[in-house]
Nanobody, 117 residues
Framework: QAQLGESGGGSVQAGGSLRLSCAAS????????MGWYRQAPGKQRELVAH???????NYADSVKGRFTISRDNAKNTVYLQMNSLKAEDTAVYYC???????????WGQGTQVTVSS
């Protein structure tokens, strides 16, 4: 079992920045991938970015060049640095992790990001 806890959401004006954190209850080395998804009202949940245990990253086209995902193994935490925020980035952001050996999928409770134009 694992728990994921997000923090860092909030309200910001367009062009601003936020950094989301996802703290895991166990070593993040035990996950194949960790990532961030988001869900805006009336829309499906979509992948924002993910990072593998080896450090490879992948981003949605809509956030490339603006968002950066990173991990701190010592703190068992994954971050999402979000710069140049746009109104369309407004959503609930969820942390996600996939277990290395069981492929169990874990989700955090979500954190709201609101960008005003």
């Amino acid at each position: 079992q694992a728990q994921l806890g997000e923090s860092g959401g909030g309200s910001v004006q367009a062009g601003g920045s936020l950094r989301l954190s996802c703290a895991a209850s166990r070593s993040i080395s035990s996950f194949n991938t960790m990532g961030w998804y988001r869900q805006a009202p009336g829309k499906q949940r979509e992948l924002v970015a993910h990072i593998t245990s080896g450090g490879s990253t992948n981003y949605a086209d809509s956030v490339k060049g603006r968002f950066t995902i990173s991990r701190d193994n010592a703190k068992n935490t994954v971050y999402l640095q979000m710069n140049s925020l746009k109104a369309e980035d407004t959503a609930v952001y969820y942390c996600n992790a996939v277990g290395r050996f069981t492929s169990t999928v874990y989700w955090g409770q979500g954190t709201q990001v609101t960008v005003s134009s």
